[in-house]
């Protein structure tokens, strides 16, 4: 099953460094969108599928992050200095939203966490001096570093998908250390993990900080690869598609994010064949796999590898 999961996680290697090279400028867009909107996925299954904590306000940190490297680079800040401004923002702004789990559970906090989403697209909406309201911001620069240009696509996409990269291996490092057992503990038997000496208050305000600063630095690649930001793209909408991203791909599993952000983005893309059906047949695939996957695509991976496991060592013994 290792080398399986080897050999098929090189092949999506290959597949993401040599897709643009076969795609027209649309299709290079869309799967840039899938690199930005799987960083936010990230943040979300590190709250959600690893620390147990439902939240529906993904989408308004990518907004927050989004707005917040708007603001800075029209300003005249350096792209990097932005980048970080926008991931520090999402984390304390996180950590603070997290004090509320600590007292509430499963669709109160949900209720807590959509509350938060609305506030933000109003301040977003409504506060047109800093956010210019439903005009919203536009002319955002791609950034360039040491002569090198982002702004043609697929240069854009490479970068992305390079942050993507760098943002992956930090959050598995940080899943296979301590604090990622210290989540799935959490996660599992709150009261247990308590019990054995953890505590469960940081572990809990963590979970919120470090992923809702991943969606904080989603959105701070979102605003220059579309290059104008409004309030309607930071509704809750967002938030539940990050949501059924994470949902479909894979609860609790690393990968899930990736396989999940994948089947959003181009899934509708694929289905627009059907005209204005189109949404109709998008959810109810969604749906039927939920009904008879709710692990996911990749926990429907996992049971039919258990199940053609043992034939297959049968038929070569």
């Not at 923002?89 to 209720?111: D, E, K, S």
């Not at 609305?118 to 536009?138: A, K, M, Q, S």
């Amino acid at each position: 099953m290792n080398r399986l999961a080897g050999l098929a996680g090189a092949a999506a290697a290959i597949f993401t460094v040599t897709a643009p090279f076969l795609l027209k400028p649309f299709g290079i867009y869309l799967i840039s969108m899938w690199a930005v909107l799987t960083i936010a996925a990230i943040g979300l299954n590190l709250t959600l599928g690893y620390a147990g904590q439902v939240s529906l306000a993904q989408g308004a940190f990518v907004g927050i992050g989004a707005y917040t490297v708007a603001l800075l680079t029209q300003a005249g800040c350096p792209f990097a200095i932005a980048f970080i401004a926008a991931g520090a923002t999402g984390f304390a702004i996180g950590w603070v939203l997290g004090y509320p789990a600590l007292r509430v559970q499963h669709h109160y906090l949900a209720f807590v966490t959509l509350a938060f989403t609305t506030l933000v697209f109003l301040v977003l909406r409504n506060e047109e001096w800093l956010t210019g309201g439903i005009y919203g911001i536009n002319g955002i620069a791609r950034p360039a570093f040491f002569g090198w240009s982002t702004f043609k696509a697929m240069n854009f996409y490479y970068f992305s998908l390079g942050m993507l990269a760098v943002l992956a291996l930090a959050t598995w490092w940080m899943l296979r250390s301590p604090w990622g057992r210290a989540f799935v503990a959490l996660r599992e038997n709150p009261i247990r993990a308590l019990s054995l000496g953890l505590d469960t208050r940081r572990y809990t305000l963590m979970a919120f900080a470090i992923g809702s600063s991943l969606g904080s630095l989603s959105g701070a690649l979102y605003a220059p690869l579309v290059q104008f930001i409004e309030p309607a793209s930071f509704a809750l909408g967002l938030s539940f598609n990050l949501l059924l991203m994470v949902i479909v791909g894979g609860s609790g599993y690393f990968f899930g994010p990736f396989v999940g952000a994948l089947i959003a983005v181009l899934l509708p893309e694929w289905m627009r064949i059907t005209q204005g059906y189109y949404l109709i047949v998008y959810a109810a695939l969604v749906m039927v796999m939920m009904a008879f996957c709710p692990t996911g695509i990749l926990g429907l991976g996992e049971r039919a590898l258990k199940a053609f496991g043992p034939r297959v060592k049968e038929a070569r013994s």
